[in-house]
């Protein structure tokens, strides 16, 4: 089964605008991680975010984590054309294993 | 350091053939993980291996699916006889103990006609 769910589906934006994408999920968590899948490529680990923690930066990528809500999103500031890609949130399973959503499809537009 | 390799990139077979995908995971890493990703979902665990045992193959079709890793290493995901909802991309995925990130290899390509 399907724990973390990204919204929206899909979104399109311009080069150089903010891409905000969102992930819920059902049970408690350790942390959460977030993945970019490239067309026709594997995935790609973004970046961690325990449970402990409520915010977490990498170059111009921003992750928030509210355990209250069961939620996390991920912020790509200044987007580029390279950004386009599918962007999915995953949990850890009871053995380590990851629980993906369906995933955001981001294009960016030059 | 070289990364998760993946044999072959793309195979077609049809219904009720067999086919076999092979996955070298990172050096030194001792859990393995294939994962089926249908077209627009997200990828979905087959089995996890630490080092040559199964930890989880829940969600491992085991009537069709059957997957081994010998020594430990490198694994094969066999697929016999295959259906048409078979038809996704699989996985290979490792990572070193821990909850840590894990890495994915390009994948393989299945298209079951």
């Known amino acids: 089964s399907q724990q973390g769910e990204e919204d929206p589906q899909a979104l399109s934006i311009q080069e150089g605008e903010n891409a905000t994408m969102n992930c819920s999920y059902k049970?408690?968590?350790?942390?959460l991680q977030w993945y970019r899948q490239n067309s026709g490529r594997g995935l790609v680990h973004l970046i961690l975010?325990?449970?402990?923690?409520r915010e977490k930066h990498s170059g111009r990528l921003r992750v928030t984590l509210d355990t209250s809500k069961k939620s996390s999103s991920l912020l790509i500031t200044a987007s580029r054309a390279a950004d386009t890609a599918s962007y999915f949130c995953a949990t850890e399973g009871s053995q380590g294993n990851l629980i993906f959503g369906k995933g955001t499809k981001l294009s960016v537009k030059p | 350091e070289a990364g998760v390799a993946q044999s072959p990139r793309y195979k077609i077979i049809e219904k009720r053939q067999s086919v076999a995908f092979w996955c070298n995971p990172i050096?030194?890493?001792?859990?393995l993980y294939w994962y089926q990703q249908i077209l627009g979902q997200g990828p979905k665990l087959l089995i996890q291996?630490?080092?040559?045992?199964?930890?989880?193959d829940s969600q491992l079709p085991k009537d069709r699916f059957s997957a081994e890793r010998l020594k430990g290493v490198d694994s094969t995901l066999k697929i016999q006889p295959a259906k048409l909802e078979d038809s996704a991309v699989y996985l290979c995925?490792?990572?070193?103990?821990?909850?840590?990130?894990?890495?994915f290899g390009p994948g393989t390509r299945l298209t079951v006609t």
């Open positions: 049970t408690s968590i350790n942390n």
């Open positions: 995925a490792s990572s070193s103990t821990g909850p840590n990130e894990q890495y």
């Open positions: 975010i325990r449970s402990n923690e």
């Open positions: 291996f630490q080092n040559n045992g199964v930890v989880d």
């Open positions: 050096s030194g890493h001792a859990t």
